[in-house]
């Protein structure tokens, strides 16, 4: 609520509660009943935050700090580990090589999919002809369910009979093992994600874009300045929260990337292509015996990895609000 | 983790929501164990429809038992996570069909009962089969049927050629009867080496098949086995996309015509039909000649712990009518599984010769999780796919490969 509509509210209150109920919540003396049924008003949303968010996050806490087997986690009686499981993630040798992974997955993919996103965002803001179907038609892979897409790129991709191969085939090019070669899977992940996550930034870019007024745009033209000078002194510093928040949910999302890698080279292989979202699957699940506690633990150091950034973002812009 | 339902796989997978709170699935609850009346089959054949001769086998043997079933089909890896949970929250379904290596998983969970305690009658089973569901002594369910894997070949190419499958008999004429197939042009074998349960379930023939065991992942003999698939690679045989080759993947690779020869499962019979050239099959040689043990695939019927153990006496029966030798046969016919009973491999064998070599395969198959390895071989088959992978992509050798994979496999 914004200040002035609470001043409002409070007056409105102050005189008229005793009467007819008035529109609009009086916050008046008789303030407890008030505040049940405020309660009640609140309580769907509450509950569902309890059941749908609290309860599973303590739950992956807890389990992260007990000692799970199929036995204990069944019977009951895990006995509390402490930090263990944190140090069998830390100091098991894949721990590293899948951070670093992780980071460049993240890193490369946002990189790319912003400048690539950005690109076109300005080349559609020129209204040529057909460009509103051109727009639709690069909206594709944000409509595409990941299934369809990781599949068809591990076909594009696959070493002996992907369609990529044949084409550098014919300019001469030796054969590529895009998702077999360890060299090679973590670059063809990073592509596929690539090309998923380009429509998202272009229609946030491209709707921060419509936002921009047309007269400053009008005024620089008068004043002489460059399609460069354009884009780096008024596009882009007037883009700035649009990008900040692009970026941020970008990182987020793509942080917990799965699906992709997993139906495209199951992180291999030899862990090549492994990030922490499928390392946790694989002790969580990919396994006939699962190991629930590493498992939940490297998901919470994920949404450690998400809260920090979220926390540099909310930084970030207190302190352009009060610049 | 063998089976029809593979091809789903990779749409469980888009289903399981993995996200960065992987384990907050734990809290949510399966469906109760409704009334009395009704008795609850989780079976993994999502692919039954309510109309198929599946359900109405388990509604016939409910009437049967006097009690109604009430049954649900999940996909195989999902029905793993299910058991687990349902277990955890004391709702378990009264029969639970699940895939034989999971058997020992939910056993060491305390999530079944053994046939001591619900009387289950096991003693016409094959051994070799009965195997992956036994730990310590007990067992803790019936087989309902059995796949493993042989050799597809396409007979066209084999004879162009110049081929005779019946001369495989070894590693050596199998590598040799490869040398003339790529002679003539072709492509040699294919199979899947994925880096999963699936991967290892492949690469066990050949392991197996050198003399090697589980419990030595680095011995000489396992060493010639990856060599074998390693050379095969980089001899051309056999195409690089095998290190991400699931099974069903592998078959269309087969069913393409390109290939001589293709490493699959007693569940493609029916899509063996359907390819545009004639095929045959015959068993996986061990390095010394003779069929090699492949690993057993397959379900398990087994009968979970309950509060009301009062329920276990009708559950027996509704598993005993399942298991009985009638049944099997419908049951394994529509599955296109192999028995676990002699007499009934027989009657399967007598009426379609093909099913013959799968027959004899079975037999020398083994369950992975037997040898009382239990809940040791999800530990030693991880590394195992793992070193796969690492051999064929070059990563490693295959020695350096299997010994790093048995120090993990040790460390564990």
Redesign the interface.
Known sequence: MTPTTQTSTATRGRGGAATAAPPGPPASRTRRPRRWLAWNFLAPVAIYLVAFYA???Y??VE??LREY???S???GGAPFAGLDNYRTVLTDPAFWPTLTHTLVFTAASLAFQFSIGMALALFFRQHFPLSGTLRALILVPWLL???VSA?TW?WLL????GLVNAALGAVGID?V?W????GWSLTSVIIANIWIGIPFNLVVLYSGLQAIPVEVYEASALDGATGWQRFWSITFPLLRPVSAITLLLGLIYT??V??II???????????SATL?TW??RL???????E?GP??AV??L??VM?LIAGLVYIRIQRKQNLR | ?TGPSRRRR??A??V?A??????????SSADGPSDGGAYLVWDPYPQFADDSEWVALLKKCGTSAGVTVERTGYDT?DL??KA?LA??QGNSPDVLIVDN??I???A????LTTTEENKLDVSSMEANLLGAGQRDGKTYGVPIGANTLALYYNRDLLTRAGVDPTSITDWTSLTAALTKVKAAGKKGITFSA????EGSFQFLPWFWGSGAQLTGLDSPQAVSALTLWTDWLKQGHA???V??NTQTTSWQ?FATGDFAFAENGTWQLANAEKLGFPYGTIAIPASAGGPAPAPTGGEFVSIPVQNKTARYATSQKLVACLTNADNLLTTDTTLSYVAPVAAVQERQAAADPKLKVWVDAVRAAKGRTGDNLG?K???I??PLW?AV??A?????TPQEALTAAQATATAR
């Open positions: 309860y599973p996050l739950r992956n389990l992260s087997t199929v036995r986690f069944v019977q369910p990941l299934i599949s591990s696959n070493s002996d009979s054969q093992n998702l077999t070669s360890p942080l917990k799965f699906d997993w139906i495209m080279t199951r992180g291999g292989p030899t862990d090549s979202a946790s699957y969580g699940f990919g396994n006939l015996l699962p629930f498992a939940a998901g919470n994920l949404i998400a | 983790m990779l749409a997978v888009a399981i993995l996200s960065a709170v992987a384990g907050a699935a734990c809290s890896t793993t996570n687990l277990a955890q290596p999971v020992s998983t939910l060491e969970a305390g999530a994925i880096g999963t349960e195409p690089n996309s290190i991400n690779e809940t071989y999800p530990k088959s991880e793992s992978q690492a064929l992509s070059g990563a490693k």
